[in-house]
Each structure stands twice: as structure tokens, then as C-alpha cells.
């Protein structure tokens, strides 16, 4: 069993930045993936951004060149580096981690993030 914990969300404006993450309770240095999903206010939960044990990332294609996800192994944490927000970005964020690429195995409590325009 690995328990993640997030942190970092906040309220920030328009254009601003925030930096979240996500620490795991178990030594994760072999999970394969690690992983950021979102979920705003009346719609699904959401992919992210993922990053593999050898550091392949992913990104969603409304995030790529405005969120950068990184892993640390040896302190079994992910981040996900958020700059350039926008109100459509407001969610709750979950970690996530798994055996495989399109699989969340466990899953974080989530931390909200809330863009004011």
C-alpha cells in the first residue's frame, strides 16, 4: 500500500505560478509512472501530466508548454512546476502512481489549486 500526499495548491491570479507536490509514503523508485490528474467543479477527473521511472514525460496538450512535471526517486516525490495559469486551470489535482503507463494504482486526496481571472 502507498499513501501519496499532496501539497502546494493554492489561489493564485491569472498568469501566475505554483508548484505542487506530491510525496509518497513507500519507496516509489520502481513504480514505472508517476502521475497528475485533475478534476474541475461538475466534470471528470482528467490526465495531466506522467513522468517514468527513466523520466519520460507527458503532458496534456493544453498544459505542455506551461506545466513541467519532475520526480525525485530518492525522496519518492513528483512535482509538477504549474507558471501561466488561467481560471480554466482551477481543479482539484491528484498524484497518482502506477505499474504502468495508463495505470493509477494509487491515488492522492487531492489539493486545490483555484485561478481567479
Known amino acids: 500500500q502507498v499513501q501519496l500526499v499532496e501539497s502546494g495548491g493554492g489561489l493564485v491570479q491569472a498568469g501566475g505560478s505554483l508548484r505542487l507536490s506530491c510525496t509518497a509514503s513507500?519507496?516509489?523508485?520502481?513504480?514505472?509512472?508517476m502521475n497528475w490528474h485533475r478534476q474541475a467543479p461538475g466534470k471528470e477527473r482528467e490526465f495531466v501530466a506522467s513522468?517514468?521511472?527513466?523520466?519520460?514525460?507527458r503532458y496534456q496538450g493544453s498544459v505542455k508548454d506551461r506545466f513541467t512535471i519532475s520526480r525525485d526517486k530518492s525522496k519518492n516525490m513528483v512535482t509538477l512546476e504549474m507558471n501561466s495559469l488561467e481560471p480554466e486551470d482551477t481543479a482539484v489535482y491528484y498524484c497518482?502512481?502506477?505499474?504502468?503507463?495508463?495505470?493509477?494504482?494509487?491515488w492522492g486526496k487531492g489539493t486545490l489549486v483555484t485561478v481567479s481571472s
Open positions: 513522468i517514468t521511472k527513466s523520466g519520460g514525460t
Open positions: 513507500a519507496d516509489t523508485a520502481h513504480t514505472y509512472v
Open positions: 497518482g502512481c502506477g505499474r504502468a503507463l495508463y495505470i493509477t494504482d494509487y
